[in-house]
């Protein structure tokens, strides 16, 4: 068939128009998304390292009737979660009849963030923020060790996640 005399097949100004408003939008609303993103980065790496040594924490203490590991040093309480135990706690890099229980970590993450940011060491004194360790264990619980000056983007101190 023959088109219509006048007629064309493309688009109306109008249309165009509209399509670029809408792609407008669409990326008014996607590109600060888009760029918030690495800042949150070690903010997300924080949250999920300390997660997982919690949750290694809390394994602990469900296999050692309710105890947490021992705040006596960085070291041993690094060694009660990353080396197998006995019921009383006492570690050892090789698993025998004795020592059955864990490990419940492969190894201390490095802390990504921070004056500490890269340090993987432990300490049991403190207040958190003190020293040049990647972690603080205050006998119940792990904190990023990093001084109160070392803040998120929402200014939140990295010590108090």
């Known amino acids: 068939m023959r088109p219509v005399k006048g007629s064309y097949g493309g688009f109306t100004l109008i249309e165009i128009l509209v399509i670029v408003v809408v792609m407008g939008i669409i990326a008014g609303i996607a590109i600060p998304r888009m760029t918030r993103a690495p800042e949150a980065t070690p903010e997300s790496a924080v949250a999920a390292e300390l997660a997982s040594m919690r949750s290694a924490i809390g394994q602990y203490q469900s296999e050692h009737n309710g105890s947490c590991p021992s705040s006596a040093s960085g070291e041993t309480f690094v060694n009660q979660l990353t080396q197998y135990t006995d019921a009383a706690g006492q570690a050892r890099p090789a ?10 970590l492969k190894g201390i993450p490095t802390l990504p963030v921070g004056t500490n940011k890269g340090l993987s060491t432990v300490t049991t004194t403190g207040p958190a923020g003190a020293g040049n360790f990647g972690w ?9 060790n990093d001084p109160a000056s070392d803040v998120d983007i929402r200014t939140t101190p990295y010590n108090s996640y």
């Open 95 to 104: 698993r025998d009849a004795g020592h059955a229980l864990g490990p419940y």
């Open 136 to 144: 603080y264990y205050d006998g119940t619980t792990v904190w990023a």
